[in-house]
């Protein structure tokens, strides 16, 4: 006998090419795989002989727990690919057991990790619940049945009785399978626990050796043998034919809850990476900054003027250039020397006059000089930077919420665009306005270069020509600057001197200086339109490959999204509410909130539109203001940007789906038709955007924000008795009519749905053929069991009456024929 003794995980993968690989896998405490060598390829006829070999060696090779033979830190991989298998995993665990208590403790370690794996995942997995029909076939009495309770997992649990060919009661393997057709208190005698459905199944192997090591043949043969003992036998019979009975049955039922799984949970998730995917990569095509061959000149034009036109940040930083090297080095050193050679107690002789003068010139020139060659080589570093700046996504703050456009290029950054809430916000400026990535166009940022260096340099001989008529000018006699006495005219000066004393106007020289910076380099250094006629020209082989990589990745998620709606038979509309065309300044789709700052409140057709109401944006009007549909007046409004308030939209927080119930949150219940905190309604609708449409007892339906601050979900858990919200219950023939209401007196017979408990053992009925909300004690009706799954119906399927659960008041003929026109709340 061969029994599971660590986890075995069978991983289905659809692809090309056929095959199966084994691999043992380390695994932590918080489900952190690693595997053990290289994956081993094995045939798949008798793949499960190696299975079983792999899974004794460890066991054999194990020095940990060798009184339990459990191995709690590995898991066994088998991966098998091919075309005809779906993507789906499938885990053996090894069995709960009581005894010994060490082997049933590092068993619960095991379940417990996988539970946890399970939450991570999203908590969509299907679990089989596996009874013996041998022995004690009461499923109550199971180690795994505590599990699911533990856990919560009935809801997401198929029941499997195993060996029904051992089964000591068939009579009661019968009424435990056909939960539906017997009493309450039959079934908990029993010890029936109610799942999703349960199945019978006899797979009991075949004698002959040579099935040992022919998988597919062996397969075959034990589903012929379950087909003909189910036929055969007397009681269970009735099993298969009610498809109850056999892996023949069972694997619907698995097929259906893969489905009805992809639709819930994996599709939701998958779209939402596959859009978020698309966006990235939207915004990465755009970033890239290739647009179209005729749009290009133009682009590049606006680019240059955003990057060196006025206005920019490159004008107030050539002059913070020119003013840090002009009055912070040059004007200091001017002073210095004047100072050291013409300063109140320095003289000349006579002889020494011309020589000083010269000096004194070629001094000025030298430093003047020098400092305009520093200025204008930084301003050439500054352009050249600023032309090949890329433009990028910056991060606010460093946040990861907020982000900003920017031409990056250290001090001399442009920002492109204000703050963007949302990546689609994003996506939504680059569409408005296009990115050119000046870097990725060298034919065009050297012919700008070529121009402004010809420009810098024609200033710079115009400046040294003006500086040498300075220089000169300040050595003359008529110099306004310098001034020279001779001694001997000095007050109490020596008479007999030959000497002069220098005197100069520092501060009018150096304003003279300091203005021919300014009016020959300054106001020439400049962008104007001298750089007119210089042709865009093509983006380097990078950008071309980079624009090929993208849109190649933009095609595969396109492919993806159809692969999707196909595999799942999506319509174009559903479709279209996983798009995120942008009109305006919002994602279309976006839900909103009508500000409270906002000051003045639109007028509509049912009257002024009142703060706290919510809706969906629908797009931008051509006076730039956001088109706003209000579901809760169910008209359309314009509003501007300031006056509404992005509503965060959690589809998976509630799991909200139509006909749950979900009880309102007082401080954000819509103003024009409140909603009594703590009242539960009806979901009857899940709409673009997140919103839901709500029925509340007593008024009328509306729109609300599927959010967690407006609505919180109920599961159908116990209330106040034995009852779960959502149950279809009839009321009884015996009970006392409650009092008339505006639709009429409630009647025997009425169908609806338990809403709630409101004390003294009362609860409130929703009474859907009515309109009409009631209470009623539990004695006052009976439960009517909806079995969603049965007959599987379907809006437009046929249905058959039967006489015994019609209704007084809408009699149709025993056996007549209707067609379902809708599936409403709890199963009506």
């Avoid at 991983?11 to 952190?32: E, M, N, Q, Y």
């Avoid at 008209?635 to 509630?654: H, K, T, Y």
């Avoid at 539990?778 to 799954?789: L, M, S, T």
Wanted: glycine letters at 8%; one cysteine or more; proline letters at 5%.
């Amino acid at each position: 006998r061969f029994c599971t003794c660590m986890p075995v995980h069978l991983r289905l993968r659809r692809g090309v090419d056929s095959g199966a690989t084994l691999c043992v896998h380390k695994v932590s405490d918080d489900g952190t795989e690693q595997p053990v060598g290289e994956p081993k390829r094995m045939p798949q006829e008798n793949a499960w002989l190696w299975v079983q070999d792999q899974i004794r060696q460890l066991a054999e090779a194990s020095p940990a727990d060798p009184g339990t033979g459990i191995l709690t830190d590995s898991i066994l991989v088998v991966e098998v690919h091919g075309p005809l298998v779906p993507n789906i995993d499938l885990v053996d665990l090894p069995g709960l057991t009581a005894v010994p208590p060490d082997k049933a403790a590092q068993v619960s370690h095991i379940i417990n990790r996988e539970m946890r794996s399970n939450a991570r995942g999203g908590r969509d997995d299907v679990f089989l619940l596996l009874v013996p029909a041998s022995g004690d076939v009461r499923p109550t009495t199971n180690a795994a049945t505590r599990l699911l309770a533990e856990h919560n997992l009935h809801d997401r649990a198929i029941g499997v009785f195993t060996k029904a060919d051992h089964a000591a009661d068939t009579c009661t393997l019968v009424t435990l399978v056909q939960q539906r057709e017997a009493q309450a208190s039959e079934l908990d005698a029993l010890g029936a626990v109610r799942l999703r459905a349960w199945v019978a199944t006899m797979l009991k192997p075949p004698d002959r050796r040579e099935y040992a090591t022919h998988n597919f043949e062996r397969l075959l043969v034990q589903a012929q043998a379950e087909a003909e003992y189910f036929r055969a036998h007397a009681r269970l019979s009735v099993l298969w034919e009610s498809e109850q009975a056999g892996t023949r049955a069972l694997v619907p039922m698995l097929q259906k809850e893969y489905v009805a799984t992809l639709n819930k949970t994996w599709k939701p998730r998958t779209m939402n990476k596959i859009c978020a995917k698309m966006l990235e990569t939207h915004i990465q095509r755009a970033m890239i900054g290739v647009p179209p061959e005729f749009e290009r000149d133009k682009l590049a034009r606006e680019e240059l003027d955003r990057r060196l036109g006025q206005g920019a940040p490159w004008a107030k930083w050539r002059e913070e250039v020119l003013a840090e090297v002009v009055r912070d080095q040059l004007v200091p050193q001017i002073r210095e020397h004047l100072v050291r050679v013409a300063g109140q107690h320095v003289v000349w002789t006579g002889a020494d006059i011309d020589v000083k003068l010269r000096e004194l010139g070629e001094k000025l020139k030298g430093l003047a000089s020098a400092s305009a060659a520093q200025v204008i080589s930084r301003w050439r570093d500054g352009i050249s930077r600023l032309l090949t700046a890329r433009t990028q996504l910056e991060a606010v703050d460093g946040s990861q919420s907020t982000w900003r456009i920017v031409a990056a290029c250290g001090d001399l950054s442009v920002r492109r665009s204000e703050v963007c809430r949302t990546k689609a916000e994003v996506l939504q400026h680059l569409q408005r306005h296009p990115c050119i990535q000046l870097a990725d166009y060298p034919q065009y940022t050297s012919g700008i270069m070529k121009r402004y260096e010809a420009e810098l340099d024609g200033a710079s001989t115009r400046f040294e020509h003006e500086l040498d008529l300075l220089a000169k000018h300040f050595e003359s006699s008529e110099s306004r600057w310098l001034l020279l006495t001779p001694i001997m005219f000095v007050p109490n000066g020596d008479a007999s001197s030959v000497e002069v004393k220098p005197s100069c106007d520092v501060d009018g020289l150096v304003g003279t200086v300091v203005a021919l910076f300014l009016r020959v380099l300054l106001a020439s250094g400049k962008f104007d339109r001298t750089f007119e006629g210089i042709h865009i020209g093509e983006p380097t082989d990078e950008a071309v490959e980079r624009v090929k990589v993208t849109e190649e990745e933009l095609t595969k998620l396109r492919e993806a999204m159809g692969g999707i709606r196909d595999a799942l038979a999506m319509s174009e509309a559903e479709l279209g509410q996983w798009s995120f065309d942008l009109e305006g300044d919002l994602a279309k789709g976006s839900v909103v909130r009508v500000a409270e700052s906002t000051t003045a409140l639109p007028a509509s057709e049912s009257g002024s539109v009142v703060r706290g109401d919510s809706g969906v944006v629908l797009g931008i009007s051509t006076g730039g203001k956001i088109k706003v549909d209000l579901r809760t007046r169910s008209e359309v409004v314009e509003l501007g940007r300031e006056e509404v308030d992005r509503v965060i939209v959690v589809p998976m927080q509630g799991h909200l789906t139509k006909g749950c119930f979900v009880r309102a949150v007082q401080h954000v219940m819509q103003p024009t038709e409140p909603a009594q905190s703590g009242a539960i309604g009806i979901v009857e609708e899940i709409e673009l955007g997140g919103f839901a449409f709500v029925r509340w007892p007593g008024r009328a339906p509306r729109w609300q924000p599927a959010v967690p601050a407006e609505l919180e979900f109920l599961s159908a858990e116990e209330i106040e008795g034995d009852l779960p919200k959502g149950t279809v219950v009839r009321v009884a023939e015996n009970a006392p009519m409650p009092a008339a209401s505006t639709t009429g007196s409630c009647a025997s017979g009425d169908i609806g749905v338990l809403v709630g408990g409101v004390g003294d053992g009362e609860f409130k009925v929703d009474l859907c053929c009515k309109g009409m909300v009631v209470k009623l004690k539990p004695a006052d009706f009976g439960r009517v069991v909806v079995v969603p799954e049965q007959d599987q119906l379907t809006r437009g399927c046929f249905v058959r009456v039967a006489q015994h659960v019609e209704q007084p008041m809408y009699p149709a003929p025993s056996g007549e024929f209707g067609v379902v026109a809708e599936i409403e709340l709890g199963g009506l």
